[in-house]
């Protein structure tokens, strides 16, 4: 099984930018979809982005398109998240997931991930 960790999160104001870090061990990454999720309190844990084992598929939800990058370094076993123009409402714990054998298939449910991490905290101030 793959244990996953992120790390990158922290206390930002808006329009800021964060890089978060998924790093993989126990398996290699390059069989694994991966993907980003977050839950803000009192909120249901909503998908974010999703890439594909290789890296030639992505995709993302709407709030976060054209601000958020995805993108993997499979010789790293990592994962990385570019959050660029940052928002109050992207405060929340963001999970790194991973999805074993999708092929260039980029899952978007959670019941589709396989590994979970503990998550990491980033807060947007206004």
């Known amino acids: 099984q793959v244990q996953l960790v992120e790390s990158g999160g922290g206390l930002v104001q808006a329009g800021g930018s964060l890089r978060l870090s998924c790093e993989a061990s126990?398996?290699?990454?390059?069989?694994?979809?991966m993907g980003w999720f977050r839950q803000a309190p009192g909120k249901e844990r909503e998908f974010v982005t999703t890439?594909?084992?290789?890296?030639?598929?992505?995709y993302y939800a709407d709030s976060v398109k054209g601000r958020f990058t995805i993108s993997r370094d499979n010789a790293k076993n990592t994962v990385y998240l570019q959050m660029n123009s940052l928002k109050p409402e992207d405060t929340a714990v963001y999970y790194c997931?991973?999805?074993w054998g999708k092929g260039v298939i980029t899952p978007r449910q959670p019941y589709e991930y396989d590994a979970w991490g503990q998550g990491t905290q980033v807060t947007v101030s206004s």
């Open positions: 126990g398996r290699t990454l390059s069989r694994y979809a």
């Open positions: 890439i594909s084992s290789s890296g030639s598929s992505t």
């Open positions: 997931a991973a999805a």
